[in-house]
DNA sequence: ACGATTACTGGAATCGTTACCAGTACTTCC
DNA sequence: GGAAGTACTGGTAACGATTCCAGTAATCGT
């Protein structure tokens, strides 16, 4: 059905090798005439074989916990930009933020890429043991691994994110701050909520630990504990969520609580969202460039894969941007008493 | 470096054979010891030769326009969940609604993959010549192919959801209607645009020329068609765009124009957005199961990849549910004038 | 004119696996 | 006890490409 080198060289009265020697760019006498061959036959190289042959699969796997998550859908979308250009093909799994899916995910690779862009489940559980040994390169996006430092990275400047949304509450005068936290076994869970509690340190403020909730990065734990949050008897005047996913779980818990942001109580997010702008009011958040930490990832895989890479690991630290819009602002005396149980209704958000 | 079924054959002292029987999950006699050098080497059974050998790649293609699309991300989602089941891994690629990227990417598949999952950019264009030479089994999604009815397709029904949408505002008492369309040359684009046209006919309402403004799907051509319909002369009181990008691109224009919905406009979008429910007034849509949409067609290609599927094409069509929300209300008197073109700023979204 | 260089050529081995095909040992049955 | 069946075994040839290694013909330099 599909032709193979050997039909061409036949139909073209050379040898195997000097069609393969033409696919390769070489001179060969014939070369026309093969060429027409190729085209009558609608001949293409079989990637498989090759890949056998030369133990190059022109392919890279991206493995991140969830697509719809749309900094992880940014981020694929940098990746594939930068992967097409180079004619590489994406393999894209999900590990739903388990370390089993991404043990088995990550197996499922080793051989079928040249090299791996991962974003790990939890820091301490490193799942790249069997892609090392196969000499796979791999680069860490927006995640590190606990003995992973001598893997390439492209991260974003966590601590420091989270220290702009502390600061920016401060300088509004909140003193009694909410804030959502992802994994403490994660980079980013752990950075933010070590540099927006540092941040608050410095200014003096210590926060109970009641008001810290530590969530999942998923929509329905960010909806949770605002739930909890302001169940507390003496009520938070703002909160900071750590992620985007986390950050829409909470707004939807605040508008079925019927709580107005920001008169009664202000709110900002880690990660921008599309439609941050037009919400009312225009949600205020810790941006960062996703797709460029996509694109980043891919250029540093590229190089490795091409062993040009320096023998040192590199690490890529992105700055992140605060976008002040409407959804803080100065504590209102009024909002000083905690909310009203009544107002906390029962079942889960959608 | 990485065993080889010929290092655990000669350690174990058996032929590759027997080792291979063994993977196989056939009986042979020295199992125990086969499994233990197995164990001991860290054997994996490469994959590239295995898709050599028997011609199966273990892998399907997932071609969309963009996964940085929520619609599409959810739709990855679903189709991954599924084809982790079973083994399979995902090869994505973006074409950016372009027939010539798609060309490329699905040639850069042959050979490569079991069965593709295809949303096709335009439906004159057939680029899946190449993979049906291969034999190449294609289930289309979303979206239909001119020449494509061979093929299975998981599409929604975009006709009678446009119709919902038409119904919904004619109900209001709406009557001067802004149609954002997508590209007349996608199932999607065209489908929605003549349902909506159809419903309003029905109704004994033609909609003036200048009313439907053809966009490409994309954020920037719901702003500028927004633009344009409110800088006519006799306003529309209701816009409907055809889909989730072009209405958060309508959404922004509207914003920046200081436009009131529903107190000035109407607005109702196809495709539900995450944030819908939390954007004041919370979001009329017409929604469809996204990820389900991606599920049933990756259930469909590997009934196709097993030789399971019925001869002559399948073809499911989901449902589409008009869902009330607070954008839409029946047109006020007062707005029946142009909006002052002195609203209308210069400029794009963002 | 003759060895050296250049410009090609094709045969055969190889990548790692699976599958066909005999072959061997042991059991079973009449 | 011999034929037939069962339960394995391993050698070898594929799959479709690339590459090493000779080998041949033409051109070059002196």
Redesign the interface.
């Known amino acids: 059905?599909?032709a193979t080198i050997g039909d061409v060289a036949r139909l073209a009265g050379v040898s195997t090798t000097t069609v393969s020697r033409h696919l390769a760019g070489q001179r060969i006498r014939e070369a026309a005439a093969v060429q027409a061959t190729i085209e009558t036959l609608?001949f293409?190289a079989?990637?498989?074989?090759r890949?056998?042959k030369s133990g190059v699969?022109r392919?890279i796997g991206?493995v991140v916990p969830?697509?719809?998550n749309?900094f992880f859908?940014?981020v694929?979308?940098g990746v594939?930009?930068v992967s097409?250009q180079l004619?590489l093909?994406?393999?894209?799994?999900?590990t739903d933020e388990s370390v089993e899916?991404e043990r088995a995910?990550l197996?499922?690779?080793?051989?079928?890429v040249d090299g791996v862009i991962l974003v790990p489940a939890r820091e301490e559980t490193d799942n790249t043991a069997?892609l090392r040994?196969?000499?796979v390169p791999i680069v860490l996006l927006d995640r590190r691994l606990r003995g992973g430092n001598d893997l390439d990275s492209v991260l974003v400047d966590s601590p420091g994110g989270a220290a702009q949304a502390a600061e920016h509450l401060l300088s509004l005068g909140h003193r009694r701050i909410g804030l959502i936290s992802g994994p403490l076994d994660t980079t980013p869970g752990r950075e933010r909520h070590d540099g927006f509690m540092a941040a608050l340190g410095a200014a003096g403020v210590e926060l109970d630990p009641t008001l810290i909730r530590i969530g999942d990065f998923k929509l329905e734990s960010g909806y949770q504990a605002t739930l909890r949050l302001l169940g507390l008897p003496s009520a938070v005047t703002a909160i900071f969520a750590a992620n985007n996913l986390m950050s829409?779980g909470a707004?939807?818990a605040l508008?079925h609580l019927g709580i107005r942001v920001p008169d009664e109580l202000s709110f900002i997010g880690f990660d921008d969202?599309?439609?941050a702008?037009?919400?009312?009011p225009p949600l205020s958040v810790i941006s960062r460039p996703a797709?460029e930490q996509g694109v980043l990832a891919m250029r540093l895989l590229r190089n490795r894969i091409e062993g040009a890479g320096s023998p040192k690991a590199q690490h890529i630290v992105l700055e992140t941007r605060l976008l002040v819009r409407g959804s803080c602002r100065p504590p209102q005396p009024s909002s000083d008493g905690a909310i009203p149980a009544t107002r906390i209704p029962i079942g889960n958000p959608s």
Chains 1, 2 share one sequence.
């Not at 093909?89 to 999900?94: K, Q």
């Not at 197996?107 to 079928?112: F, T």
């Not at 702008?277 to 009312?280: A, F, K, Q, R």
């Open positions: 059905m599909v609608d293409r079989n990637e498989v074989a890949s056998l699969t392919s991206l969830d697509v719809s749309p859908a940014a694929a979308k594939e930009s097409r004619e093909n994406v393999f894209l799994s999900n899916r995910v197996q499922g690779l080793v051989g079928r069997e040994r196969a000499n829409i707004l939807r508008h969202l599309e439609l702008e037009l919400l009312s797709v």
